[in-house]
Nanobody, 120 residues
Framework: HLVESGGGLVQPGGSLTLSCAAS????????MGWYRQAPGRQRELVAQ???????RYPDTMKGRFTISRDNTKNTAYLQMHSLKPEDTAVYYC????????????????WGQGTQVTVSS
């Protein structure tokens, strides 16, 4: 359902934009998110954008990451600036819909991930 693209090798201080193309879902009603997982670490939230295009960032991610979506293209984006070696990780796209009382989502989809490596 979700296919990420745009990852690769970038030098410290550089920029990169990731894309997440969705298919088979009602894209415009889903909250879209980007997560990342570095080797030996837990998966962490980078950014989310609601169905009404309201972005949300954890405090640790504010300032260098910008999430956006284009409902006409069923695509979400993550712009990354001033990249650091510690941003090296696999970045995953996520789509959620239907928050339940227990905190889970009725529909919760993940992409296969795209590798971002920040190195000189």
């Amino acid at each position: 359902h979700l296919v990420e693209s745009g990852g690769g090798l970038v030098q410290p201080g550089g920029s990169l934009t990731l894309s997440c193309a969705a298919s088979g879902i009602g894209f415009n009603i889903y909250t879209m998110g980007w997560y990342r997982q570095a080797p030996g670490r837990q998966r962490e939230l980078v950014a989310q954008i609601t169905s009404r295009s309201t972005p949300r960032y954890p405090d640790t991610m504010k300032g260098r990451f910008t999430i956006s979506r284009d409902n006409t293209k069923n695509t979400a984006y993550l712009q990354m600036h001033s990249l650091k070696p510690e941003d090296t990780a696999v970045y995953y796209c996520n789509a959620k819909y239907g928050l339940e009382q227990n905190g889970d989502y009725e529909y919760d989809y993940w992409g296969q991930g795209t590798q971002v490596t920040v190195s000189s």
